[in-house]
């Protein structure tokens, strides 16, 4: 055989084993995005999803809804909802727990939600449709045509850690929420969540 055969034939036998080796090195595969799955100690985006659908299940549910609507001509109540802050030592995406809240209202349909992230953007393009001159009068948006919000929804996120020389590891998550009427600065409703992780420690630690 050629000395240049020999040299193709090495690295075709080379590339071939580093393709062997890179497609057994991954593994993966889709999985339902609404299972609940534990693989650390950390808040994920299941605490966030099932936080949000049991507070805002109670929320719709309490008298303060009611009385809105019967004092409003039934008119369902315009809500916003401010970002959720952060007491943990973790760094957490709370943009993410406001999302589904928001989500958790908006399906709900019994309440209205105003876009308080997305207030500085729409001004910019209300006054690009009214001001610039470069849009329509009969197409351009009206200023002054926003609802106000009546309500605020406020809330934090806090944790408590404990563990013992067994191994043994609790993680607490309390997520608080409350809602407060603007005109009256009453705090119309209020509650607590709390999830608990337990974690054994391996021989390699935590």
């Given at each position: 055989?050629?000395?240049?055969?020999?040299?193709?034939?090495?690295?075709?036998?080379?590339?071939?084993?580093?393709?062997?080796?890179?497609?057994?090195?991954?593994?993966?595969?889709?999985?339902?995005?609404?299972?609940?799955?534990?693989?650390?100690?950390?808040?994920?985006?299941?605490?966030?999803?099932?936080?949000?659908?049991?507070?805002?299940?109670?929320?719709?549910?309490?008298?303060?809804?009611?009385?809105?609507?019967?004092?409003?001509?039934?008119?369902?109540?315009?809500?916003?909802?401010?970002?959720?802050?952060?007491?943990?030592?973790?760094?957490?995406?709370?943009?993410?727990?406001?999302?589904?809240?928001?989500?958790?209202?908006l399906n709900s349909?019994?309440?209205?939600?105003?876009?308080?992230?997305?207030?500085?953007?729409?001004?910019?393009?209300?006054?690009?449709?009214?001001?610039?001159?470069?849009?329509?009068?009969?197409?351009?948006?009206?200023?002054?045509?926003?609802?106000?919000?009546?309500f605020m929804l406020?809330?934090?996120?806090?944790?408590s850690v404990h563990?013992?020389?067994?191994?043994?590891?609790?993680?607490?998550?309390?997520?608080?929420?409350?809602?407060?009427?603007?005109?009256?600065?009453?705090?119309?409703?209020?509650?607590?969540?709390?999830?608990?992780?337990?974690?054994?420690?391996?021989?390699?630690?935590?």
């Amino acid at each position: 055989m050629k000395k240049s055969n020999i040299i193709k034939a090495l690295f075709f036998l080379v590339g071939f084993l580093f393709l062997g080796a890179c497609s057994e090195s991954f593994v993966g595969e889709y999985s339902d995005p609404k299972a609940v799955e534990i693989v650390d100690d950390r808040w994920n985006e299941t605490d966030a999803r099932k936080s949000a659908e049991v507070l805002i299940n109670s929320m719709l549910s309490k008298p303060w809804l009611n009385e809105h609507l019967r004092g409003h001509e039934g008119k369902r109540p315009m809500v916003v909802v401010d970002t959720i802050e952060n007491r943990t030592d973790e760094h957490i995406d709370t943009k993410a727990i406001g999302e589904a809240i928001r989500d958790e209202i908006l399906n709900s349909g019994q309440v209205r939600f105003a876009d308080l992230e997305g207030r500085e953007k729409i001004l910019k393009e209300m006054k690009y449709q009214n001001k610039s001159g470069m849009v329509s009068a009969n197409t351009a948006q009206q200023l002054g045509k926003q609802i106000g919000a009546q309500f605020m929804l406020t809330g934090n996120l806090s944790s408590s850690v404990h563990s013992n020389d067994s191994g043994l590891k609790t993680v607490t998550y309390q997520i608080v929420l409350k809602l407060t009427n603007f005109e009256s600065a009453e705090i119309v409703w209020s509650q607590k969540y709390d999830i608990k992780k337990r974690f054994k420690r391996s021989s390699l630690g935590w």
